[in-house]
Structures are given as structure tokens and as C-alpha cells.
T-cell receptor, first 113, second 110 residues
Framework: SQELEQSPQSLIVQEGKNLTINCTSS?????LYWYKQKYGEGLIFLMM?????EEKSHEKITAKLDEKKQQSSLHITASQPSHAGIYLCGADWPQGGSEKLVFGKGTKLTVNP | NAGVTQTPKFQVLKTGQSMTLQCAQDMNHNSMYWYRQDPGMGLRLIYY???????DKGEVPNGYNVSRLNKREFSLRLESAAPSQTSVYFC?????????FGPGTRLTVL
């Protein structure tokens, strides 16, 4: 069963617009990771969140982890064509080892100039 | 620092053929992983190696074998390729919680 749900599956926005991608777990997370994948390439690590309520930023991308540590959101401000790609969240749970990192199915972002 | 490198980048096989996907990392990481990525399925763990000399099955190990040749290298072997193994394969390494991924191998099995 899919333990991580990402929404939306795909998103098309106009350059300059803000957007949010969500990642939801049915269980309390140990760690939540955000990766970006450009088409036909590998995954690039963006951020990792571990504490409830934690928020981190990387350039114009901000990720938050809710207090219950079951949902994370990734927010892009003033999107640019360079933000286009597939965003994946990954998570592990307290009862699993570090090898148990599970990924969501990804959100495909298109930014139109 | 090349990070994680994979060879080949692309491969086409016929059903029943065998091949080995190579992966190497130069970050001195203990842990290495093989994932496959399929449309609508996300990334799924095939095998992982927590340290040199050890390997363990992940979520989808059937049809694959792995070898942790040394600390740097972790190879994935398909003994008898099947069309269901058409996918993009990613190798990753980690020291601690963050995984670093290679560029991927796009494999098609006809």
C-alpha cells in the first residue's frame, strides 16, 4: 500500500505564480525529505525536515512539516521555468531503519513562460 | 567529486538476456541502494547495502541480484531480463539520512 500520498499529481502554472505541493502520511514520520527530478535525470536533494512545525527554505522554495509530523507542504514563490520538474517526497518512520525510505509518486510541475 | 555515477545511461535488451548495471560513488558512503522508477509507481527499492560486504532485499527484489564489490561500487544484475523490468534504474548512496542519487539508467526489455 502507498504510505505517502502526494497532491496534486501534476500542476501547470504561469511563470511568477506561487504554488504548493502536499505530501501526506497516515503515520507519524521520523523524517521527511524533498527531492526534485528534472526530466530524464536523477534526483536532487532539496531539504529534510524532522521536527514538528519545522520550516526550511532553499532559494524560493519553502518546506514545512506540520506539528503532528504527518503532512508536509512544499511552497514555491514566484515560480520560474527552472522550477519545472518532478517533486518527490520521501519519508521514513520511527519503527523502520534508514533503508526504509519510501517515496511518494511525485508531482509533475510545468511552469509556462 | 563526481558523486554517484551509473553506467550505462541507456540499454535495450531482448527478453532472456542478462546484463549488469554499474554504480560507483566517491563520497566514502557506507550505504548504497538500487531503485527502479516506473510511471505511476514512484521510486521503489530493489536492494540495498548498509555496508561493504552486506546486502539486503528491498520492496521489489525478484529478478535481480546485487554485488557490493567494495565500498565504492554496487552493481545490479538482471540474469534473465523480462519486459516487466523495463524501467529507469537509480543508484543512490548515503551516510546518515540523505540519499544522493545517480543520473539513472534507462532500460528497455523487448
Amino acid at each position: 500500500s502507498q504510505e505517502l500520498e502526494q497532491s496534486p499529481q501534476s500542476l501547470i502554472v504561469q511563470e511568477g505564480k506561487n504554488l504548493t505541493i502536499n505530501c501526506t502520511s497516515s503515520k507519524t514520520l521520523y523524517g521527511l525529505y524533498w527531492y526534485k527530478q528534472k526530466y530524464g535525470e536523477g534526483l536532487i536533494f532539496l531539504m529534510m525536515l524532522q521536527k514538528g512545525g519545522e520550516e526550511k527554505s532553499h532559494e524560493k522554495i519553502t518546506a514545512k512539516l506540520d506539528e503532528k509530523k504527518q503532512q508536509s507542504s512544499l511552497h514555491i514563490t514566484a515560480s520560474q521555468p527552472s522550477h519545472a520538474g518532478i517533486y518527490l517526497c520521501g519519508a521514513d518512520w520511527p519503527q523502520g531503519g534508514s533503508e526504509k525510505l519510501v517515496f511518494g509518486k511525485g508531482t509533475k510541475l510545468t511552469v509556462n513562460p | 567529486n563526481a558523486g554517484v555515477t551509473q553506467t550505462p545511461k541507456f540499454q535495450v535488451l531482448k527478453t532472456g538476456q542478462s546484463m549488469t548495471l554499474q554504480c560507483a560513488q566517491d563520497m566514502n558512503h557506507n550505504s548504497m541502494y538500487w531503485y527502479r522508477q516506473d510511471p505511476g509507481m514512484g521510486l521503489r527499492l530493489i536492494y540495498y547495502s548498509a555496508s561493504e560486504g552486506t546486502t539486503d532485499k528491498g520492496e521489489v527484489p525478484n529478478g535481480y541480484n546485487v554485488s557490493r564489490l567494495n565500498k565504492r561500487e554496487f552493481s545490479l544484475r538482471l540474469e534473465s531480463a523480462a519486459p516487466s523490468q523495463t524501467s529507469v534504474y537509480f543508484c543512490a548512496s548515503s551516510e546518515g539520512v540523505t540519499r544522493f542519487f545517480g543520473p539513472g539508467t534507462r532500460l528497455t526489455v523487448l
